[in-house]
């Protein structure tokens, strides 16, 4: 079996975030390694001529830790060692950068299915984390059954 000292699994709020939530830290566990859960609070970037309140983006960032916090506390297993890591940007670029800034083995993350007119405007965040990533990238198949959490 593989062995990783830094797991990141990146977390987007939805069922099929927490699947991957678990399918990490299995793996953090057997590994002994340290799990960093990242969430990228998406925020508008200086292209779209969106204002922004000064305090805004510690506003949000905030609020998704809280939420990611109560989430891990209730899905992880408590002898597992996990960093919370929220960050603001763009998801794709986010992910990548906190694998090298963190130094992580291995990202454990979900592709959100995204077909046809949608994938071809917007892209995949899947993808070009694959692309760019310093380390392996461990891809979910998004499953529409699974539901978001609120």
Not at 49 to 66: H, M, N, Q
Not at 76 to 100: F, K, Q, T, Y
Not at 102 to 111: A, C, K, N
Not at 126 to 147: K, S
Request: with cysteine.
């Amino acid at each position: 079996m593989l062995k990783y000292s830094k797991i990141m699994c990146t977390f987007e709020f939805d069922g099929d975030s927490t699947a991957a939530l678990l399918l990490a830290s299995t793996l953090a566990k057997e590994s002994d390694a340290t799990l960093y859960i990242l969430h990228i609070a998406r925020v508008p970037t200086h292209d779209m001529d969106v204002p922004l309140p000064f305090d805004a983006k510690p506003r949000w960032e905030k609020e998704a830790r809280d939420k990611l916090e109560q989430i891990v506390r209730s899905t992880l297993r408590v002898d597992v060692n996990h960093v919370i890591e929220v960050r603001s940007g763009v998801p794709d670029l986010g992910i990548v950068h906190a694998a090298e800034d963190l130094g992580v083995d291995l990202i454990v993350m979900v592709t959100h299915g995204r077909h046809g007119l949608e994938h071809l405007l917007l892209g995949s965040v899947t993808e070009h984390v694959i692309r760019e990533a310093p380390c392996p990238v461990l891809v979910l198949h998004h499953t529409p059954t699974r539901t978001a959490i609120v």
